[in-house]
Structure formats: C-alpha cells, structure tokens
C-alpha cells in the first residue's frame, strides 16, 4: 500500500515536473518569438486635420473659363508634372514631389461622402463611415507584431484599436521619459530566482501554477525590456524644431523622428502622425493652406531623408490624407468650405508601382467612375471611395486574411488594382 502510493506520488511528482519544465519552455519560446524586434515592412500614417485643398497639392485645378476662380497660382503659371503625378506649382511642392514622386501613388477623386470632420476622418483611416472599425494602423498593427512592446504609437490623432492591439497615444516628448528603464523590486526577485525556477516549483507545488505564469511573464517583460532599454538608448535628446505654420505649430517633424527611431529598433509596427496647422480655412484662403502644405512637404523630406540614414527605406510604407477636399470656389471670406472629395498620398521606397497617379476629377473637382481592372475613367465605372483604398492596402500590406478573421475586412468591394505598376488614369 505505502509502496504503491509512493509510486503514484513519484509519477505524479515526475509527471508535475515534466509539465511545469514544458510549460516554462513552451513560455519561453513563445516569448522569445513574440518579443523578438519586428523587422517590418512598418507603416506610418499622417493625417492633415480639417480638410486640405487638393487643387493646391496632388490635384490642381485651373480656373476655367466663365467660372468663378478655383486657384490664384493658375492665373500665372501652369500645373507642374513629374512622370503621372501632377502637382501646383506652389510653396515647396516642386522640392517635396522632386524628392519622393518615384516612390509615390495619388490616388484622386476619392469621395469621402461626407462634409463632416468626425465623419470623414473615420472614413478617410477606417474605411468606413460607421464607427467600430479600427483604423489602417492599429490593424496593422495587430496584424504584424501583436506582441512588439510599443505596437502602434499615436501622436494624438484621430485613432480606433478596437481593443486588438497595444497602443501608446503620447506626443513625441513624452514617449522618451515612458520608456526610461525604471528600478523593479520584484523584476530583482524574480532574476533572482529566475536560474531556481524548476527548483522552487518542485518544492512548493501548491504553487506550480502561479509561480510558472509568474516566470512567464517575466520572460515576456524581460525580452519587452530590452527592446525599450534599445529604444531609449537611441531616442535623441533634442527633437526637431516646431515649424511654424498658420493657426498652430507643426511638430511633424519630432512625431517622424520618434516614429522612425521606433521602427529601427524593432519596438513598433505602425505609427499614427498628425500634420499639424490649421487645415480647416473657411477664411483664410491659399495663405495657410500653402502654409501648411510647406511644413508638411518639409517634414516629409525629412521623412525620407532620416528612413535612408536609419536604412529602412525600402520597409517603410507612408499614407498620407485628410478629411475630405475643399470646395472649388472661394467662399465670400476668401476660403474654402467643406468638399467631400479626397485624396491619398501612399509612399514606399524603391516601389514599382511609383511615379503613378490614378484616380481623376473633372475640372469642377468633382470625382470621375474609374474602372477597377483598368484604371481608366468610364461611365461603367464605380467612384473610388476609402473602403477601395483600403481594400487594396489590406491586400498589399498583406493583412487582408487577418482583417477578415476579425471581421473589419472588405468583403463585396471591387477590387481596384492601384498598385499595378502598368495601369494609369
């Protein structure tokens, strides 16, 4: 009897040692590979708040005959081009589209249908008008490094995770003192004991459990630890200059700068940006909006300049949007109001499918049906709206299986092949 319940107690002591050491290994492995540092493709999305007049960046307008004026800048220059992509000859356009137009897809006459802030910014980044989508990044993020310490960063955008993945909303001065290594009484126990583990679990095997989560989670704050040490480690202490922009000061630059150090040292997949300014101007016509679209176009030569010096160029997606467009016509204040029609602005570097402009407005800045398999204008066509965009960036991203799963994919949508390199509008 004493032997035989000996024998039981060693083969339950053996089988209790058997499955804490697996589930301390099969801990240990699962955080290693989850805490690993994510080595891209990353994604960076900037958002113009308030609504950009496109007829002064990526789809200028001429002022047409007998009409009321569209533009200032056209009553004495002409619009400027580089490979498809058209541009205004204004503020630091030449510069900025010099720089990135190969790299580059605008996507015009994108229609938001909407004439609300709230509204288009969920449009624009979510895809949908309806709430409870999350937006591009956080579901790339979730997507690609669910487990990264830092998975998505936002910058005080507009911004919806839907709960799927890690977010730090934080603005670019602070995510330095939030990741400084800080002294831990229990990580200091829990080192100390950490070479002891399998001892201690088999000597107090009322607490097998608890104490191998304990070791579990240890490990994943200790992989997540080194990759924040890394990230403060490499984080300057002085940021770029605020430029000053119409209504409001942009810290683009500062936001790029922390953005991109992340991506570097493996700690984040995705990052959400803010323009800066003003970008609302129901009365303050071309002057801030040029204003805002020079500090824009400055910072993303930054951008492109600090990915090459960092060497992630090539990993790094950009998208850049706003609300929605403006009007047309200057309203009797000397702006422009609200205009449901869009554009985005996607980068990446080294892609083939840059230099390319798709989509199209008429004269009007109203938006033309496009042909999804051509890209071509059509009256068989479809508008192009955001869940189109959208749609083709899940499939790109390679993140279109893993929205479906979670239900925020784009079923029944047409497939618009905006990043093959051979198709134009």
Not at 26 to 34: I, N, W
Not at 125 to 135: D, K
Request: with cysteine; hydrophobic share 35%.
């Amino acid at each position: 009897m004493i032997t035989s319940m000996s024998k039981t107690m060693g083969l339950t002591r053996r089988k209790f040692l058997a499955s804490t050491a697996a589930l301390i290994a099969s801990s240990r492995v699962s955080l290693v590979q989850g805490s690993s540092p994510y080595d891209g493709p990353y994604l960076m999305t900037i958002h113009a708040n308030g609504g950009w007049d496109l007829s002064l960046f990526c789809d200028p307008k001429v002022n047409v005959p007998g009409e009321l004026p569209i533009t200032n800048w056209s009553e004495a220059s002409d619009t400027q081009s580089i490979g498809n992509i058209l541009f205004a000859p204004i503020a630091n356009n030449d510069d900025m589209f010099r720089k990135i137009a190969a790299d580059s897809l605008v996507i015009n006459g994108v229609d938001t249908q909407t004439n609300a802030h709230q509204t288009g910014e969920r449009h624009t980044w979510t895809g949908s008008a309806s709430e409870g989508r999350p937006t591009l990044a956080a579901l790339y993020a979730a997507a690609k490094a669910p487990n990264a310490p830092i998975a998505l960063i936002n910058n005080g955008v507009f911004g919806a995770d839907q709960a799927l993945v890690r977010t730090a909303r934080i603005s670019p001065g602070g995510l330095k003192d939030l990741v400084r290594p800080r002294d831990s009484t229990e990580e200091a126990l829990l080192a100390k004991y950490k070479t002891r583990g399998l001892n201690v679990l088999s000597e107090q095997e009322r607490y097998n459990d608890a104490l191998a989560n304990r070791m579990g989670a240890f490990e994943t704050g200790m992989q997540g630890r080194t990759l924040l040490d890394k990230l403060y480690q490499n984080l300057p202490n002085e940021m770029p200059q605020s430029q000053g922009v119409y209504q409001g000061e942009s810290n683009l630059k500062a936001q790029i700068q922390i953005g991109l150090v992340a991506f570097s040292t493996g700690t984040t997949a995705s990052v959400e940006c803010g323009a800066g300014g003003n970008w609302d101007t129901h009365s303050s016509g071309e002057f801030s909006q040029v204003q805002n679209i020079q500090a824009l176009n400055d910072a993303l030569i930054y951008l492109w300049d600090m990915a090459d010096e960092l060497e992630i160029r090539d990993k790094l997606v950009v998208v850049v949007s706003s609300d929605f467009g403006r009007t047309p016509y200057y309203n009797s204040f000397g702006g422009k109001d609200h205009w449901p029609i869009n554009s985005y602005l996607i980068m990446q570097g080294s892609a083939d499918w840059g230099g390319r402009s798709v989509g199209q407005t008429d004269a009007l800045q109203n938006a033309e049906k496009i042909d999804p398999s051509t890209l071509k204008v059509s009256n068989s066509g479809s508008l192009i709206y955001p869940k189109h965009v959208h749609h083709a960036l899940h499939r790109y991203l390679g993140i279109d299986d893993f929205a479906a799963q979670v239900g925020y994919g784009f079923p029944q949508t047409e497939q618009y092949d905006f990043f093959n390199p051979n198709l134009m509008t």
